[in-house]
């Protein structure tokens, strides 16, 4: 029997959790949302406990507010954030690794504003990384790419080309990196759309239209029969799009409350996890198939478990699932058999993660405010060390093991 500790951190607040990338054989690159938009590190041995004042590498006060989570690549973290009474100002913002310097800061004028409040997204969209450039959104629909020195290389402003958002909260939907292209999501009450960017250049590779409706979540980038495929989950549906010229392939229509977590997939299993605030409405559906597969490719629906702001988490042949008041779910990928449930201890609006000890460790943040000044905010992990976003700060966490809660629950019953 496998029992893995689920771990609670409450050390900070809202939105999710991001681990590590493995980029050219090394652990060092965490280059964007949930990291590879699947919430599982490379790193081992991460710390277990944490204190504000304990253990921390280096702390460096941050301009303006930003939501997005910190992305790393190799020595060197990238940030964004906003600033002004109608969020006007636009920063973005570069820290060492190592010690925490400031490398650089941009700051821009927002193309679209909206009135600050506690209820709208403040720079939610997390950027991007690759070896070449740091690729940027706002909810302004203000897009960039610069390169690692902070060089500008190229900017959009989505809302003058395609119409001003219509958004009571703002737009919270983190860009992916495809082999060409950065793939942004736009879904609001007005035009909304999929579009692909050439990353070398700014101009549009393709552009698909979407029906009309506000959503927060990510796109996902999977292989599917060596085809490279966009999954989006918003809208009352999730649909499979060809990254090489946004051809939507297939799509699951009749699902409710889909609009805020990402999808999860399991390219071994071909499977993609979609979360919903609903009952009866977080899905498991096969890859492949064609037009509308309701019908024929929908493998389970969960009874129970509901993923109101988390994103779902696919790990070993389970997949959890959190929903806002704090209960966690594990259901086996293959049937949506539910294998247990835990009580986390506050409401999480943070998306598990998946790392390595010396056995398996799920981590979730309940939303709790014991740390100083912590808001809504990501962190990101490399190597040992975790990167921890609040509103006004990042710290730097690493070394030795630290940790708030720890519960031992049966994970794998069936083993």
């Not at 277990?48 to 590498?57: H, I, T």
């Not at 649909?239 to 071994?268: C, F, M, Q, T």
């Not at 977080?282 to 509901?306: C, F, I, P, Q, Y």
């Amino acid at each position: 029997m496998n029992l893995p500790l689920i771990l609670l951190l409450i050390f900070s607040s809202i939105p999710p959790v991001s681990p590590i990338m493995k980029a050219n054989g090394k652990a060092d690159v965490w280059p964007g949302f949930r990291g590879a938009g699947d919430s599982h590190t490379v790193a081992r041995e991460l710390p277990l406990e944490w204190a504000d004042d304990k253990n921390v590498a280096w702390n460096v006060a941050l301009p303006g507010y930003g939501q997005s989570s910190p992305i790393v690549w190799r020595d060197k973290i990238f940030l964004t954030a906003v600033e002004g009474a109608n969020k006007e100002k636009l920063l973005v913002f570069s820290h060492d690794l190592k010690g925490g310097r400031q490398l650089w800061v941009k700051e821009y004028p927002a193309t679209f504003t909206m009135k600050d409040a506690n209820t709208v997204s403040k720079a939610a969209p997390t950027p991007a990384v690759d070896e070449r450039r740091v690729y940027v959104f706002f909810e302004s629909g203000d897009l960039f790419a610069f390169d690692h020195k902070g060089n500008p290389q190229w900017r959009r402003k989505l809302a003058e080309e395609y119409g001003a958002y219509k958004t009571n909260h703002g737009l919270g939907s983190s860009i992916a990196l495809a082999d060409k292209a950065v793939i942004a999501l736009v879904a609001h009450g007005g035009p909304s759309y999929l579009l692909a960017i050439d990353k070398q250049t700014g101009k549009n590779l393709w552009k698909s239209d979407l029906k009309s409706g506000g959503g927060w979540s990510s796109p996902v980038i999977t292989t599917y029969q060596n085809k490279r495929q966009i999954l989006v989950s918003v809208g009352g549906g999730v649909a499979a799009y060809d990254a090489s010229n946004g051809e939507r392939l297939w799509s699951v229509d009749g699902l409710k409350g889909n609009n805020i977590p990402s999808p999860s997939v399991d390219p071994e299993q071909s499977v993609v996890v979609a979360g919903s605030s609903d009952k009866g409405m977080n899905v498991a559906v096969k890859l492949g198939g064609a037009g509308d597969v309701t019908a024929s490719h929908v493998l389970w629906r969960a009874e129970e478990a509901t993923a109101n702001f988390c994103s779902p988490l696919i790990h070993q042949g389970h997949v959890y699932f959190v929903n806002k008041v704090g209960v966690a779910f594990c259901l086996d990928l293959k049937t949506g058999e539910e294998r247990w449930r835990a009580r986390l201890g506050g409401e999480v609006w943070a998306s598990p993660l998946a790392a390595r000890r010396r056995r398996p460790h799920l981590f979730f943040r309940p939303r709790r405010q014991d740390l100083r000044d912590a808001r809504r905010g990501e962190d990101g992990t490399t190597g040992g060390e975790r990167i921890i976003r609040s509103r006004a700060r990042i710290r730097r966490r690493g070394g030795g093991s630290r940790a708030v809660a720890a519960l031992r629950t049966k994970a794998n019953q069936a083993q």
